[in-house]
């Protein structure tokens, strides 16, 4: 059902205060048209005050927001080209299925042959044909989100807006809606924005994420990016996981944070650095390349890894993930030893602890 | 629990339910005994009393009366009144605590107090209002008010505030989504106080009293008017038919609302979803 024109979304310069504490703060950031767009971070982090600012449904305090290039900051809510699929669904519950799509496009003054026509197309979109007579009190949580999305997309947005669209449905259902919600995007080629607090739910759809934290966007980049390169000691944290160090004091040309040792890394540079779990190996305690010892508590078996929990002699606790098979087991005293390209520099601009 | 405790329980309720339904039970028997004065138990069975309620000319002409009133008091409050729950509920205005006291007020205020009140008003301003049905209607809607705007604002309290927001991101305006998404939510309020409102204005004396001359009343009002010359059981009779109207009337009213699924719906099945 191919949307004319998807959309590009800007957000210049956003301030939102409640009760004078400021929920956005000078929030900036550019959406591409036709992407797959995640607002990713903590309860309270001001993320889905900005889509609500982008909805219409709030007003800025000060800066604007821009759909498609125009500054709509001024648009009211129904006037604008975007559409909003709420955390809860919002169905209303005194209309069929079918009476809640068309809602919108009566609205619209679209009716008759075409207007059903554009019902069915929606509703066989997001496979909930069968259910079209149906009231919405009688559909599962997962129906129901089908026919918010359905409801949402038969007006044809240049931006589709989705508040946790997930949230409420249980974890096999949400990994399924995952790729039905980024198939959609693809299918309709309209430009999809997301708010969830899930950064794995968000890594798998998106096309790129901004993390956001107290109201300001800590870093906005593709997944792969914010992976491999966090620019702040939160996103390492956020976003998958991760072994962080701080408290870095210089050592005999390189650094030591919690008894670890990471050669060349100047320690006046870096507030803090970071290793994935796969990228730590275990050695023998006395090889030359090991930066630390570290002592097993657990193994768990994954499938494809194994997850060993490690605590070191400063009683600081780190996860390590090695190939299913390895031969490890809880008690086992083992050295750590990681590659130089795999430990990643916080750089010291980032004052702020992690949270 | 003992024995003991139990019985006095049982006893307790039985007194509530007797000191409640007494004077109801004691009308709608005089109202078919054939003794003129209720001393004892009841002689014998007749219609006579009820036949002669039908048929006198006041009683005939209050209740035509009463029922215009009604019916426009009740339109008058519900279109004053659900706005202004809307406006208390959702305006978001500076002052809205001070505006719902002002509309509960009337109901602190003595009705006496409040026909006089009118009384003067018609007798100094509008003279031509005096005794007329628009009259009455609009010292009643100033009782009904209150009740109109506790209830609607209950039923909007209630209703998830995103179902109107989804109907203004699907372009719907404001009153597009008043009309299609909040109306049909607070149905079942709405329904209750229309009712309510029909019948408090259906039963008013204290205000109405002052309002009307004494040929052409409401039927509350010459019910009064006639117990003051005759107390013979004329009065119990269109005093029976009252209580069974109004019972009938707020049965048929529940069992419509039950019918229609109206218990079930509305915003609360909506927040239980939302888990």
Same mark, same amino acid.
């Given at each position: ?19 004078? +504490?400021? %929920? ?124 918010? &999305? ?8 240049? @931006? ?60 906005? %980049? ?9 620019? +702040? ?5 956020? &976003? ?34 970071? @290793?994935?779990?796969?990228? &730590? ?16 508590? +657990? ?11 490690? +605590?070191?002699?400063?009683?600081? /606790? ?9 031969? @490890?087991?809880?008690?086992?005293? @083992? ?10 520099? &916080?750089?010291?601009?980032?004052? /702020?602890?992690?949270? | ?275």
């Amino acid at each position: 059902m191919g949307s004319p024109h998807a959309s590009s979304v800007e957000a210049v310069g956003l301030v939102r205060r409640f009760d004078g +504490t400021a %929920a956005l703060d000078r929030v900036s950031l550019r959406i591409p048209e036709n992407s797959f767009y995640c607002l990713l971070g903590p309860s309270g982090c001001g993320k889905t005050t900005l889509l609500r600012l982008i909805a219409g449904l709030d007003t800025p305090d000060e800066g604007r927001v821009l759909i498609g290039g125009r500054d709509h900051t001024a648009t009211p809510a129904h006037r604008r080209p975007t559409n909003l699929v709420f955390q809860s669904g919002a169905l209303f519950p005194h209309m069929s299925v079918r009476d809640n799509i068309d809602f919108g496009l009566r609205s619209a003054g679209v009716r008759g042959p075409r207007a059903r026509e554009r019902v069915e197309e929606s509703l066989e979109l997001v496979a909930m044909g069968e259910f079209a007579d149906r009231m919405p009190q009688t559909l599962s949580g997962g129906q129901r989100q089908r026919v918010a &999305i359905a409801r949402s997309l038969v007006k044809r947005p240049d @931006v589709l807006l989705l508040d946790e669209p997930l949230s409420a449905l249980d974890l096999s259902l949400q990994l399924h809606m995952r790729r039905e919600l980024k198939r959609w995007q693809q299918e309709t080629g309209t430009t999809f924005v997301c708010v969830t607090h899930n950064q794995a739910e968000a890594m798998e759809m998106a096309d790129e994420i901004a993390v956001m934290r107290a109201g300001r966007i800590e870093q906005a %980049a593709a997944p792969e990016h914010l992976y491999e390169a966090p620019a +702040t000691r939160f996103v390492a944290d956020f &976003i998958g996981e991760n072994n962080v160090f701080t408290g870095l004091a210089a050592d005999r040309g390189g650094a030591r944070a919690d008894h670890v040792f990471f050669p060349g890394v100047d320690a006046d540079l870096v507030s803090a650095l970071a @290793v994935r779990p796969e990228r &730590i190996r275990l050695v023998d305690p006395g090889a030359p390349e090991s930066a630390g010892t570290a002592r097993v508590v +657990t193994v768990g078996f994954t499938g494809r890894t194994l997850r060993i929990g490690l +605590t070191n002699e400063s009683g600081r /606790e780190l996860l390590a993930e090695l190939p299913a098979g390895t031969r @490890v087991q809880a008690g086992d005293t @083992v050295g750590l030893a990681f590659d130089p390209d795999a430990v990643v520099r &916080i750089p010291a601009r980032d004052t /702020e602890a992690a949270a | 629990m003992t024995v003991l405790q139990r019985a006095l329980r049982t006893c307790w309720l039985a007194a509530c339910v007797v000191f409640i339904t007494a004077p109801l039970l004691i009308v709608l028997v005089a109202s078919v005994s054939t003794d003129h004065v209720l001393t004892g138990p009841p002689s014998g069975f007749t219609l006579r009393w009820l036949q002669e309620a039908v048929t006198y000319e006041p009683f005939r002409i209050g209740f035509v009366y009463s029922v215009q009133v009604a019916a426009v008091a009740t339109a008058v409050a519900l279109a004053l009144g659900v706005p202004a729950a809307y406006v208390i509920a959702r305006g978001g205005l500076p002052g809205t605590g001070v505006l719902r006291s002002l509309f509960v007020a009337p109901l602190s205020m003595p009705r006496v107090v409040t026909g006089f009140g009118f009384f003067v008003l018609y007798a100094s301003v509008f003279p031509t209002a005096y005794g007329t049905v628009g009259g009455v209607a609009l010292a009643h809607v100033l009782l009904l008010l209150p009740f109109v705007v506790a209830l609607v604002g209950s039923g909007l309290a209630n209703l998830d505030p995103s179902l109107e927001e989804a109907g203004r991101d699907l372009g719907a305006s404001s009153s597009q989504v008043f009309l299609r998404v909040t109306l049909p939510q607070i149905r079942m309020p709405l329904a209750i106080a229309a009712v309510f409102a029909f019948l408090t204005s259906f039963d008013e004396v204290d205000t109405s009293v002052f309002l009307m001359p004494p040929g052409v009343t409401t039927l509350p009002v010459a019910i009064f008017l006639r117990l003051e010359q005759n107390q013979d059981p004329t009065t119990s009779a269109v005093s029976s038919l009252m209580i069974v109207g109004s019972l009938l009337l707020a049965g048929l009213t529940a069992l419509a609302l039950r019918r229609s699924g109206l218990f079930g719906a509305g915003g609360r099945l909506n927040r239980g979803a939302r888990t």
